[in-house]
């Protein structure tokens, strides 16, 4: 069997054909093995990073493809929110009216650095939740019938809570503690949106999250400090370590499989659905989050709950 991600996940022989997909974060790791599989299946792929040629070189790669993929690139920087609404607006361009099938939100990172971003929020949290979620709710008018959320999160978000607090804050800064939390809130945020989609969408679209594994052929162990660094690329040496292809199957999984067309709220890893901590599955949390995101970003609630709902 070829180590693709769509035969990793059984969905080798479905058809994206006539589908338009936003993987963020695509230039590299396993956005960019989610974006190659999903130009293999015959889908439509908007490639975001930062990075021109590493854009192109993608794009690339899909259009040589044998099947009827195709690509573009478009470059955002999720520190910037009128980065994130240009390539919300870039992606409206594209699909139209038939709308945006399947919206990955993968793009973030671990940063070392203690920084606020012109907003006052801290540098991770913002990348790695604000702009996912900012991007979410200018595109949800944009998203197609039956269409699917997937959220990259992480076994890392395991053990935090969040500190809304802290997040306007790099005073005692951790950056594994501001990874965690990013984490546990892309997790919290997924399964908010599908709860508000459930109750107040009718168009069948879905919101799920996952861990890919640990990856140190990813490029995400560049960030940790020089032991960390160096200890992860000797693991990557190692026949057990994820690979960024293994790491982008659940993914792929979570966009094409036909099991997972009505779940959502979810959280999974090795495609199939785990269950995340309880802080990730407490409504009231996600619900705060929620509320705050808007809060933070100056924007009106997504998905807000109409007079006499409760929270």
Not at 70 to 76: L, N
Not at 193 to 207: A, N
Request: one cysteine or more.
């Amino acid at each position: 069997m070829r180590n693709y991600p769509e035969d990793i996940a059984g969905v080798g022989d479905e058809r994206l054909v006539g589908e338009t997909a936003l993987v963020t974060g695509s230039t590299s790791g396993i956005g960019r093995e989610t974006a190659r599989a999903l130009g293999r299946l015959g889908a439509h792929v908007i490639v975001h990073g930062r990075d021109e040629d590493d854009g192109a070189e993608v794009v690339d790669e899909i259009d040589a493809g044998v099947n009827e993929g195709t690509a573009e690139f478009v470059a955002a920087d999720f520190a910037d929110p009128e980065g994130v609404s240009a390539l919300a607006d870039a992606t409206r361009r594209t699909t139209g009216d038939e709308g945006l099938d399947l919206l990955f939100n993968n793009a973030g990172g671990y940063f070392r650095e203690a920084r606020l971003t012109d907003l006052g929020v801290e540098y991770t949290f913002q990348v790695n939740h604000l702009a996912p979620y900012q991007l979410t709710a200018e595109l949800l008018g944009d998203l197609a019938d039956d269409a699917r959320v997937i959220t990259t999160s992480s076994e890392a978000h395991r053990g935090d809570q969040i500190d809304l607090d802290a997040v306007r804050s790099v005073d005692e800064f951790s950056s594994w503690r501001a990874y965690q939390r990013s984490k546990l809130a892309n997790a919290q945020f997924a399964a908010e949106l599908g709860s508000r989609l459930r109750e107040r969408d009718d168009r069948g679209v879905t919101s799920n999250s996952f861990h890919p594994g640990a990856i140190p052929g990813s490029g995400f162990f560049r960030h940790l400090p020089a032991p960390l660094s160096g200890a992860a690329s000797a693991l990557g040496r190692l026949p057990f370590a994820t690979t960024p292809a293994e790491g982008a199957a659940t993914a792929v999984y979570l966009a094409v499989a036909d099991e997972v067309a009505d779940a959502t709220g979810r959280y999974f890893a090795d495609c199939r659905e785990k269950k995340p901590s309880t802080e990730a599955q407490d409504p009231r949390a996600q619900h705060r989050l929620w509320e705050a995101s808007a809060e933070l970003l100056g924007i009106d609630e997504p998905l807000a709950p109409s007079a006499g709902d409760e929270p």
